[in-house]
């Protein structure tokens, strides 16, 4: 090999004045950064991701990590990743693999997003002293209501509502598979909703029987690969959800590395132990809308029309037409899933460079929508980068019923966003299947950090929708009037439908 | 902050406007004298039939020609003259207020526009969005808005208000946060037979906007209260609901209290949010509605603008203060505040 080393991205050395030599950095780094030799402990920095497993564990804050200590020459055109993926390619012949969402440093249209709030002439609300209501009904909506009269006079209902799912707050965690994130962290998750009165999706990994108690709350998928569907787990799920695309690579379907199937998830998926699970990219019975109709349909007789059908999608170019298509079908939601998506593998070059934002996505679906008659009749569910509760204000009132979150769940269980998701040594016990990894993440506790995390956002929604003298959550959805643009171009504002600030 | 009245015989028993006029006076301090208006119902009995088109020109060329152009291709115009005014030295004359009485053509309805109304409908939001210089204000029948920016009694006196006699009222004195200048962001707002008078602000207007747009509606009045009017007009006259109904479903119960409801009344509920969660209303305010058979009156889900009620035989009037109410009837029988969101109704016996 002619080609050598890179420099390593991360140093990591050790204060000796303040080491003890307990040797948990040893035990806890996953990746194998540190090993013993004598009394020493020795540090090999090029094995290191900065997923900062042994910062947190290391009693005397002895460990300290630094990133790209040895750059290249600097270079405006050939950065260091364009010139170290060409160094791999040239060693490999390969697709690169890469984790989490897109990692290239675009703008994040949210944080040009200003929220509103009241002065003088309106008041504003307090959710502590008035009531804040934020419940979130998905599926499908009759675009008007008919009544009847009862022989006694009474007014009656006579309009059949579909089943639709009710949320105590807009916030559900999406589809991370049993395989890609190891079972303690869907159990995590799967207590926490179950708490807070909402949902998380399975992924496209089959439901684990551990998962059971939780199903009421849990979104079934069925993914491109139909893994570990069958009538079954179909009438398990509180709600069913077709995965046609996902934000992290558009275009293509699910990668799950051999290393993460090991018994449990090759049951679960019913896929064999040990191999790829790599799933079409597309489903190979849905070539265009109409099938994807037919299998909405099949879905729902198979269920007996009991379960909303949601419907995901990567959000491309193209992402308002696909929802309209969606829209005029039995479905009950689309999902749109931004370019930032997170994943457990996706190839980088989808990752980082194929589909748009899902802020513009928002926009564009819920305009499309309203334009053919039917927002109000389909649930939008928006995801794929969403970091806080002022990204949840903003995608609702952009035009977002609900959202899903990923990433940010994973980071409430500890996750650091490392990116290496795909290599199955996840030490926090999150993207991995190895045991003793897995077992250090505790179920009971990780449902606490979710659930803390879901509950303070919720709260600041409330708060937020206070301050604009919002009482219920259906007056902030598409309300862009209380957004405004603070440096986006003429042509994002107008996509947006928002003003610039101060206008 | 603004003063509102509402007022119905309920025998249809007509009163003319020098009540109303007083009434709205008393009220001064609520506005800031760059907004009033009246709305009457019942004024133009000889032209019953007709749709009576009260429209502010800003001159009499262009846009009154090419309004001309729109009515006569939509159907005829059997009357028109400018509204009887008379110069008051405290008003600004900015606009020309015309008035029309006109009958849409039954053979141009077909397809989309089902019925003379949508013919109208159309009109208005035709001249209002694509014609410089022309606003229709006024769109029902056998009613008529009378609307200008000024102080309330400079107003009466500008349109003779005492002239017209009329079974129901509105009334509203303005203090503007937008737009002061131009006298089509004076209340009430109108169309076909809905007038609103409004005193608040919404909140939900984003979304209420968005909702009336996917029906076809253009909100062209730069302020939120003519939104009001087009719920009206799409969940009433659209979509048939009474007018309690739509109360229930611009202004719904909180779901803590849905939940605690027997099981049917909670699905009936359930229905209206589900269904008409874009034209829930949200922010502070109260309103009165005026409607072809009566008047319906609420207020914000936790009431955060005034509303008093007085009623006294067959007549009922609604209004922010008290004192209002007994400027126009001294023999005021009983005077109450409903709670927040409850509708008040009143509808002809």
Redesign the interface.
Do not use: H, M, Q, W
């Given at each position: 090999m002619t080609l050598g080393s890179v420099p390593p991205k991360f140093k990591v050395s050790i204060d000796h004045d303040q080491c003890m030599d307990c040797g948990r950095c040893i035990e806890n780094c996953s990746y194998g950064v540190y090993r013993r030799e004598g009394d020493k402990i020795l540090i090999e920095s090029r094995k290191c991701t900065a997923c900062l497993r042994c910062v947190s564990m290391c009693p005397r804050d002895a460990i300290n990590i630094t990133e790209k200590p040895i750059d290249y020459r600097s270079h405006p055109v050939w950065t260091r990743e364009a010139r170290e993926d060409i160094i791999n390619q040239a060693r490999s012949g390969k697709i690169i693999l890469s984790g989490m969402g897109n990692a290239r440093d675009l703008p994040i249209i949210y944080d040009n997003l200003l929220l509103d709030a009241?002065q003088v002439?309106?008041?504003s609300?307090d959710p502590l002293r008035?009531?804040m209501?934020l419940?979130t009904?998905l599926g499908k909506?009759?675009?008007?209501?008919?009544?009847k009269k009862t022989e006694s006079g009474d007014?009656?209902?006579d309009?059949q509502?579909a089943p639709?799912l009710k949320l105590n707050t807009p916030i559900m965690i999406g589809h991370m598979s049993f395989g890609a994130i190891s079972l303690n962290s869907q159990l995590s998750m799967a207590k926490a909703v179950k708490e807070i009165g909402t949902y998380m999706g399975a992924g496209e990994g089959g439901l684990h029987k551990n998962l059971y108690p939780y199903q009421d709350n849990m979104i079934v998928q069925v993914a491109s690969g139909r893994f570990g569907v069958n009538i079954d787990y179909l009438e398990r799920g509180a709600a069913i959800e077709v995965k046609i695309g996902q934000g992290a690579k558009p275009g293509i379907g699910g990668h799950l590395p051999g290393e993460k199937v090991n018994e449990e998830v090759s049951k679960t998926r019913m896929i064999p132990l040990g191999s790829d699970a790599i799933s079409p990219a597309p489903h190979h019975d849905i070539y265009s809308i109409e099938d994807l109709v037919q299998l909405i349909r099949s879905l729902k007789e198979a269920t007996e029309w009991k379960k909303p059908v949601f419907v995901k999608i990567a959000a491309v170019h193209s992402v308002a037409r696909s929802a309209a298509g969606i829209a005029r079908s039995s479905a009950d939601a689309v999902v749109i899933d931004g370019f930032r998506g997170g994943t457990g593998a996706a190839p980088k070059v989808f990752r980082d460079h194929v589909g748009i934002p899902i802020e513009t996505a928002i926009a564009s679906v819920d305009q499309e929508l309203?334009?053919q008659?039917v927002?109000?009749e389909i649930s939008i569910i928006a995801s794929g980068g969403i970091r806080s509760s002022a990204d949840l204000a903003k995608s609702i009132?952009l035009g977002a019923d609900a959202v899903y979150i990923g990433t940010a769940a994973l980071i409430s269980l500890g996750c650091r966003v490392c990116g290496n998701c795909y290599r199955n040594l996840c030490p926090w016990g999150i993207a991995t299947q190895r045991p003793d990894l897995v077992s250090r993440l505790d179920p009971e506790a990780g449902a606490v950090q979710v659930s803390n995390l879901i509950h303070g956002w919720t709260l600041e929604l409330g708060e937020l929708m206070g301050g604009?003298?919002?009482?219920?959550i259906?007056?902030?959805?598409?309300?862009?009037?209380?957004l405004r643009g603070y440096m986006l171009d003429e042509g994002m504002l107008n996509i947006l439908d928002v003003l610039p600030a101060g206008a | 902050m603004c003063g509102i009245i509402g007022f119905i015989d309920r025998a249809k028993s007509r009163m003319d406007g020098s009540g109303i006029k007083a009434a709205l006076s008393l009220m001064n301090e609520r506005g800031s004298g760059e907004g009033a208006g009246y709305a009457a119902y019942g004024i133009y009995p000889e032209y019953a039939d007709y749709y009576a088109l009260h429209v502010f020109f800003d001159n009499m060329g262009e846009a009154k020609k090419k309004v001309d152009e729109i009515l006569q291709l939509w159907g005829e115009i059997v009357h028109q003259e400018e509204i009887p005014n008379t110069p008051q030295p405290g008003l600004k004359k900015v606009h020309i207020p015309w008035r029309y009485f006109f009958k849409p053509s039954q053979n141009l309805i077909a397809g989309r526009m089902a019925s003379e109304n949508d013919v109208v409908m159309h009109i208005v939001m035709e001249v209002n969005e694509k014609i410089n210089g022309a606003t229709i204000f006024s769109s029902g029948k056998n009613m008529g808005v009378f609307k200008a920016s000024g102080w309330p009694e400079d107003v009466a006196n500008f349109y003779r208000i005492e002239d017209y006699k009329g079974y129901i009222w509105l009334a509203h004195h303005r203090y503007p946060t937008n737009s002061p200048e131009w006298w089509g962001g004076a209340h009430p707002f109108n169309l076909l037979n809905w007038s609103v008078v409004h005193n608040g602000e919404i909140t939900s207007y984003g979304t209420n906007k968005r909702y009336v747009e996917g029906y076809g509606y253009k909100c062209t009045a730069l302020t939120d209260t003519e939104v009001i009017a087009y719920l009206f007009d799409i969940l009433g006259r659209q979509h048939g609901l009474s007018h309690e109904m739509i109360v229930r479903a611009l202004v719904p119960p909180f779901w803590d209290d849905i939940d605690r409801m027997p099981e049917k009344e909670a699905m009936l509920n359930k229905a209206i949010r589900l269904t008409y969660g874009p034209a829930l209303m949200n922010g502070p305010f109260s309103i009165v509605v005026g409607t072809d058979d009566g008047i319906v009156v609420f207020t914000d889900r936790i009431k955060l603008r005034p509303l008093v009620v007085g009623e006294n035989g067959s007549k009922l009037y609604v209004s922010s203060e008290e004192a209002a109410i007994r400027t126009m009837d001294p023999e005021v029988k009983s005077i109450y505040t409903p709670r927040a969101g409850e509708p008040i109704i009143g509808r002809f016996i």
């Open positions: 009241c002439t309106t008041p609300i008035e009531p209501e419940r009904y909506k009759p675009s008007k209501l008919k009544f007014v009656e209902l309009t509502l639709n309203r334009k008659g927002r109000n009132a604009a003298g919002i009482n219920s259906e007056s902030l959805r598409g309300n862009r009037d209380r | -």
